[in-house]
């Protein structure tokens, strides 16, 4: 079945969790889709843990179209969202517009992400004005990491709490068809997702929210370094990973790789054949 921004709204009304995974590359939204994750997340992460920036600000519009492209081929049930990178959205409501249609149209996303509350809702409302859906970005918003002097939990005051539920509701207002809440305490985050009509798909926003949204290469314990601490690991397919290669080069240089099942045969009288050939000539 396919999803959508109304199923994922019929799944908030009806209680059921929606599950949200990034992907960045076909094969890995192949195994997510025959999962049956509800969205796949095409994050600007990729430019920290695909192209291994120490932020997602160097990701430019034509690698969004090139990685949402190869996503959407191999997830025919999720709900793409793609992520509009740093400064597609920022400078005007035009190019906004202009780059939200490009993941669609030549990338084959159902929906574009941006980050941002009350400053970016007349992007939000002239995106959803051209018939694209929006997931909105609240909290920890990787884009700013500038301003906020590294990757923090937000909205820990009194005022900045009462601000995210705010931009909340006037993302909701603009248009918006869900909402990501990241590193947000947890019981902000269930005040946030009890306030409002749309989806909240949390990472680092505790189980209030309607669903969750995790960086596939850290649940799946592929990220070296850093780890954030909302990032559980569900498989280590990173050790996984590593003990197949390890065992790669150990056989390969021993010679027990490839043995008789991994190769090809031929009629031996051809090879017989062959080896006269070159003698007599
Ligand atoms: O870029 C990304 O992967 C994201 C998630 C962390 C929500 O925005």
Request: with cysteine; charged share 20%; aromatic share 6%.
């Amino acid at each position: 079945m396919k999803n959508t921004a109304s199923t994922l709204l019929k799944q908030k009304q009806s209680g059921e969790k929606i599950t949200m995974l990034t992907a960045y590359d076909y094969t890995t939204a192949r195994i997510e889709d025959e999962c049956g994750v509800n969205s796949i997340l095409i994050g600007d992460s990729l430019g920290m843990v695909m192209q291994g920036f120490d932020d997602t600000l160097p990701v430019t519009m034509d690698q969004m179209v090139y990685h949402t492209k190869m996503v959407s081929k191999g997830a025919p049930n999720a709900f793409i969202v793609a992520d509009m990178p740093f400064m597609s959205y920022q400078v005007s409501i035009e190019q906004a517009v202009a780059n939200a249609g490009r993941l669609v149209k030549e990338g084959g996303a159902n929906a574009v992400k941006l980050e941002g509350g009350a400053e970016v809702c007349d992007r939000i409302k002239a995106i959803v004005d051209a018939s694209i859906p929006v997931v909105a970005h609240l909290g920890l918003t990787p884009q700013s990491v500038n301003v906020f002097g590294g990757f923090k939990v937000q909205g820990k005051t009194y005022e900045k709490a009462e601000k995210l539920l705010n931009d909340a509701l006037k993302v909701q207002d603009a248009g918006a068809c869900a909402v990501v809440l990241e590193c947000v305490p947890s019981k902000l985050a269930d005040i946030i997702s009890k306030s409002l009509l749309i989806p909240t798909i949390g990472i680092g926003a505790g189980n209030g929210c309607d669903g969750q949204v995790l960086v596939y290469t850290d649940m799946l314990g592929m990220t070296t370094g850093h780890t954030p601490k909302f990032a559980k690991i569900f498989a280590d397919a990173g050790q996984a990973m590593k003990d197949g290669i390890a065992a790669y080069i150990e056989q390969t240089n021993s010679g027990a790789f490839p043995s008789e099942e991994h190769t090809f045969s031929i009629d031996d009288e051809i090879i017989e054949k062959l080896k006269k050939g070159k003698l007599s000539s």
